[in-house]
């Protein structure tokens, strides 16, 4: 039998995420003593639906930025526009979480440039402030906001990485692909699928993981079980759910992906 889903009973409002140790705990301290914190963890295990969750929970806005090369100190901060032949100044989103209260959330912070990170600093000690140089504002944190940043320490180089100095700043937690159990029970509640399909997705992804010889940059994440698992509840056939949604977004090199097609076809008997 599945897990059972007696911890998945949540409001209507709130995003769905199962805990899968004490990370809501932490958060949740981390929000009441007013600390940063750090979501360590491969792309697709949970980090951004985590952060929505709680931040529904909690009953406060939630700001999310997908980091980037070209992200900028300003386009957190804000900039001057013009606005009806006016020159306005127009906050960025980390400028209106700490403005009017919530949580920023950079998703993979160490793609951004290193501005960025200069620009979090005050942030995360005692002082909670964020200076405006462009208006002369210096703005302290209230109460309710709270800075939370991600990355995936296992994609990183050595040109794409937190310094010593930044990360020492945060809390910190590591998030993985929860166990087969789980994993199949979260796959099940997102997209209605059966138990016997929810299993054999969660049978390919953990021994996709664990594949030695073949050279990929991720792993196959619960996020793409869920993509696959809703193809097929769309009745597309097996072959091809799995083809659109697990193999091409893990490889182009063709000689990868027919190493997949046949480790799966192995795990399908």
């Keep these: 039998m599945p897990t059972a889903l007696k ?3 949540q409001h209507s409002d709130v995003p769905f995420y199962q805990p899968t140790g004490n990370e809501e705990q932490l958060f949740q301290t981390a929000w009441q003593q007013r600390l940063p914190l750090l979501l360590k963890g491969p792309t697709g295990c949970g980090k951004t639906r985590f952060v929505s969750h709680m931040a529904a929970k909690l009953g406060v ?3 999310t930025v997908s980091c980037h090369d070209d992200l900028t100190a300003a386009d957190l901060t804000g ?4 606005k009806g032949g006016e020159t306005v100044w127009v906050d960025g989103p980390l400028t209106r979480a700490v403005r009017h209260g919530g949580i920023c959330y950079l998703d993979e912070v160490v793609e951004a440039r ?3 990170t200069v620009v979090l600093h005050p942030l995360t000690d005692d002082r909670r402030i964020l200076p405006l140089d462009r208006t002369g504002e210096l703005l302290e944190a209230p109460e ?3 800075l939370v940043v991600s990355y995936n320490p296992g994609y990183q180089n050595l040109l794409k990485q937190l310094k010593p100095s930044t990360r020492q700043r945060f809390l910190a937690t590591e998030f993985d692909f929860p166990d087969a159990e789980t994993e199949t029970a979260v796959i099940m509640r997102e997209t209605g699928i059966d138990a016997e399909r929810a299993r054999l997705l969660v049978r390919i992804a953990g021994n996709i993981r664990k594949l ?3 050279d990929l940059e991720e792993a196959a994440s619960t996020r793409l079980l869920v993509y696959c698992a809703t193809l097929l509840m769309a009745d597309i056939a097996f072959d091809d759910a799995v083809n659109a949604a697990i193999i091409e977004p893990l490889s182009d ?3 990868i992906k027919a190493g997949l097609r046949e480790a799966i076809g192995i795990i399908r008997g």
């Design 253 to 255: 090199d063709a000689d």
């Design 7 to 9: 911890d998945f009973t």
């Design 79 to 82: 900039r001057y526009l013009i």
């Design 144 to 146: 309710n906001f709270m």
């Design 212 to 214: 030695t010889g073949i």
């Design 114 to 116: 290193k501005d960025v």
């Design 61 to 63: 806005p939630l700001y």
